[in-house]
């Protein structure tokens, strides 16, 4: 029987460090079936270390033993065929479950294949193979300010996915002043989803932002707050915008990764003689901080008035 969590599983798919969590609450059982192991993980060309969550599926319901299990698992990288024997790490929850994540102290190569094997005790094994995503140039072009402010955005090199982009706007606005005259800032910073609002181009991804649209947003929520002292207005300290670069076969159904759908048997399976997923990519991430008349077109402050 393979123990399996919704909550272990939609953690692995949303961590932007791409490492797995443990196993939890809601127990997901696969019956009668002569299939190994289930492997879950992801390859990351940005980590010095590799980690594969390994489930055992066996006859019975049970916790586990803390030992680690009596299984070898090699990975080889099919363009130099260099040669890796992972360890087991064995964790042991607070409810006495046993889980086991094995690792290996290596860095992947961007647009390498890797075969991964783990062969049990009597010679049953599981494989999958995973290609590494190609590296990537993250960049803001010119602004166009002919009739609002808008700013393109590129991940170049032509990536197979992005998988939870996102913009961040870090601001600030004035609340009061302090017995000496100097002015009180309330800092937040907003969030906003991109996954819908980038575009697979010829040699990369593009995305549009406008400013003014997201200054309008910001001034919206910010005269809800009764301490706000519009007459100052709001100053913008930076954007950011943050991706995972993902491999070919990470693509959920539908394209939403919707952990009521991964958690069942099968979905984005590309394990042979087994079950799970072995995915590649690593998160993607530049922080800018705009040219002051660029911020000012779009009604936002570029700096802060300090005492």
Do not use: K
């Amino acid at each position: 029987m393979l123990l399996l969590t919704r909550r272990g599983i939609a953690t692995f798919f949303l961590l932007v460090a791409l490492l797995l969590a443990g196993c939890e609450e809601d127990v997901v059982a696969i019956l009668g079936t002569d299939q190994p192991y289930t492997l879950w993980g992801v390859l990351n060309p940005l980590a010095d270390t590799q980690f594969v969550r390994v489930f055992p599926i066996e006859g019975t319901l049970n916790p586990g033993t803390p030992e680690p299990l009596n299984a070898q698992f090699v990975s080889t990288d099919l363009e130099t065929g260099e040669e890796h024997l992972w360890r087991d790490s064995v964790i042991v929850d607070d409810r006495g479950l046993v889980g086991h994540v094995f690792y290996a102290p290596f860095q992947v190569e961007y647009m390498h294949t890797y075969h991964l094997r783990i062969t049990g005790q009597e010679e049953q094994s599981s494989s999958a193979e995973v290609e590494v995503p190609v590296r990537t140039t993250l960049t803001l072009g010119e602004p166009d300010t002919t009739q609002s402010v808008l700013l393109p955005g590129y991940v170049l090199n032509n990536p197979p996915h992005l998988v939870r982009s996102e913009l961040t706007f870090r601001v600030a606005y004035n609340t009061g002043f302090t017995d000496g005259g100097c002015p009180i800032y309330n800092f937040g910073q907003f969030i906003v989803p991109y996954d819908d609002r980038i575009r697979p181009r010829e040699d990369g991804w593009w995305f549009i932002v406008n400013l003014r649209e997201v200054h309008n947003f910001v001034e919206t929520v910010a005269l809800e707050d009764p301490s706000y002292l519009p007459q100052y207005g709001i100053t913008l300290g930076s954007i950011r915008f943050d991706t995972i670069v993902a491999n070919e076969g990470w693509d959920p159904p539908g394209g939403i990764f919707d952990p009521n759908v991964l958690v069942q048997p099968g979905t984005m399976r590309n394990v042979e003689n087994g079950f799970g997923f072995v995915g590649a990519g690593y998160r993607l991430s530049r922080t800018w901080t705009l040219l002051e008349r660029v911020v000012e077109l779009s009604g936002f402050r570029a700096d802060y008035e300090m005492c």
